[in-house]
Nanobody
Framework: QVQLVESAGGLVQAGGSLRLSCVASGRTFSIRAMGWFRQAPGKEREFVAAIHWNGGTTYYADSVKGRFTISRDNAKNTVYLQMNSLKPEDTAVYYC?????????????????WGQGTQVTVSS
């Protein structure tokens, strides 16, 4: 099993920036990809970004491309999501996700393991 713990989110004004982090523990050697999803009130959970754990290849949803950057620190078993130029429509609970396979996350689909979620609120 893999356990994922996200950092606290927060409240930020539109146009601002916020960085989320997610630390993995447990069977971290099995991880091949990590990523982020989000769920806004009344909406389905949606893919945000993913990263190949070893190669570093990244994949983004069109809605965040050019504004968000996913990165990882293998030594710390941590994945980051740098969010810039935030918009009110980015308001959501953000979930960290990981998988022992590449294909799900790198095609925008969820992997097996989830964090507990962290709230990000962008005010207009």
């Amino acid at each position: 099993q893999v356990q994922l713990v996200e950092s606290a989110g927060g409240l930020v004004q539109a146009g601002g920036s916020l960085r989320l982090s997610c630390v993995a523990s447990g069977r971290t050697f099995s991880i091949r990809a990590m990523g982020w999803f989000r769920q806004a009130p009344g909406k389905e959970r949606e893919f945000v970004a993913a990263i190949h754990w070893n190669g570093g290849t990244t994949y983004y949803a069109d809605s965040v491309k050019g504004r968000f950057t996913i990165s990882r620190d293998n030594a710390k078993n941590t994945v980051y999501l740098q969010m810039n130029s935030l918009k009110p429509e980015d308001t959501a609970v953000y979930y960290c996700n990981a998988d022992p396979l590449l294909r799900p996350l790198m095609t925008g689909n969820p992997g097996d393991y989830w964090g507990q979620g962290t709230q990000v609120t962008v005010s207009s």
